[in-house]
Each structure stands twice: as structure tokens, then as C-alpha cells.
């Protein structure tokens, strides 16, 4: 059996040229991914990209996995900014505008650099993706959080399921709008989008 690469940092950058030297190599990362494909982001065209040394790329990952990773880490944590602040927004709304809220905001988040949200689904070997089940997680808390603060609009459900349902729901539709270039999709098709999933999931809960 193939040994898996390794996907975690050698060091973490602590310093502000450390830092700047990490961005620029994940962000090269992403260029040369969406741009070029997997297969062609080597360590060395990714420094070169970066305009480090392969030395200095290799202070900081043990590989081109690595770097992959800390392109997925940081796509998923802005696309878990955007989530977060929405739970922010619809804590005290009632259950149908609340759903119509995380629906549009995790359609739109997933809009974040829609090709390479692409690439990364598509492209790269399942060796190679960084573990994303802390966001995950995360992301059901939440929404169960929500769930039990409004019981009383809700038939009698198990919470546990009803958040895993909701998420895999929201998640899958605005997960294949993605994969399905809907950025190419009229205004008005993303409306109707939003609004049938929403009937969808509150008809569910309700």
C-alpha cells in the first residue's frame, strides 16, 4: 500500500516574514491549481510561482499535499466565516426566514472562488484532502443550537437527525451549484433555487 504523503505543516510562522512567506505559497498553491491542475503544481513550480526558494517552501511543508491543505484549510475557513456570521443574523428569527438566510448564505459561500472550490472537489486524490470533519461538526452544533432554541415551532423530531438533514441538504444543493458552474445562472434561477430548498427543508422541520 502507497504511503499517504504527509498533509501538515513542518513549522508554524510565527514572525511577519514567515508569514508572508506562507501566504505567498499557498496562495501560489491556488493559482497553479485553479490555472494548471494537480498534477502540475509541483514543489518547485509552486515556489517559483511564490518567488521563495524550494528550500524556503520545504522550511515550512514536506510536500505538495501539504500545501494543497493549507489551501483547503484556508478556502474552508473563509467559506466558516461567512457561516458563522449568518447563525449571528438569525438567532431570534423564526424558523422559515432563518432557513432562507442559511440557504442564501452557504449558496453565496460557496461562490468564494467558485473554481477553485471546483478544482479542489475535482482534481485532487482523496490522499491529498485535508480532514474537514472539525468544520463539519462545527456547522451541525450550530445548527441544532438553532433547532432547539425554536422547538416550539417544530414537529416532534430528534434534533440530532433534523440538523444532520438540514445540513446535508443545504449543503449538497449549494455544494453542486459549484460543480455545475452555476455562477452561470440567472438571478433569477438562483432565487427560485433558494427559494424551493427552503419550502424544501422548513417543510421538513414543520
Known amino acids: 500500500m502507497a504511503r499517504k504523503p504527509p498533509t501538515k505543516p513542518r513549522k508554524n510562522a510565527s ?28 514543489t518547485n513550480r509552486i515556489a517559483e510561482v511564490a518567488g521563495v526558494s524550494v528550500g524556503s517552501l ?36 423564526p424558523v422559515e426566514p432563518a432557513v432562507r438566510r442559511l440557504v442564501t448564505v452557504a449558496i453565496e459561500s460557496h461562490h468564494i472562488n467558485p473554481r ?10 482523496r490522499a491529498g484532502k485535508l480532514d474537514v470533519e472539525a468544520s463539519n461538526r462545527e456547522v451541525h452544533a450550530l445548527v441544532r443550537s438553532y433547532l432547539e432554541s425554536r422547538r416550539a415551532e417544530l414537529r416532534k423530531i430528534d434534533l440530532g437527525l433534523a440538523a444532520f438533514v ?16 452555476a455562477e452561470m445562472l440567472s438571478e433569477k434561477m438562483v432565487k427560485t433555487l433558494i427559494d424551493e430548498t427552503t419550502r424544501m427543508v422548513v417543510g421538513f422541520l414543520k
Open 58 to 93: 520545504y522550511q515550512y511543508f514536506p510536500s505538495k499535499e501539504a500545501l494543497v491543505a493549507a489551501v483547503i484549510d484556508r478556502h474552508n475557513e473563509e467559506i466558516m466565516g461567512f457561516v458563522r456570521g449568518a447563525f449571528v443574523e438569525v438567532a431570534d428569527m
Open 116 to 125: 477553485l472550490h471546483r478544482v479542489l472537489d475535482e482534481q485532487i486524490p
Open 166 to 181: 438540514c445540513v446535508s441538504t443545504i449543503e449538497a444543493i449549494a455544494h453542486n451549484t459549484v460543480l455545475n458552474q
Open 15 to 42: 514572525q511577519a516574514r514567515s508569514r508572508a512567506t506562507v501566504d505567498a505559497l499557498v496562495e501560489a498553491t491556488a493559482r497553479i491549481l485553479v490555472r494548471e491542475g494537480f498534477e502540475k503544481a509541483s
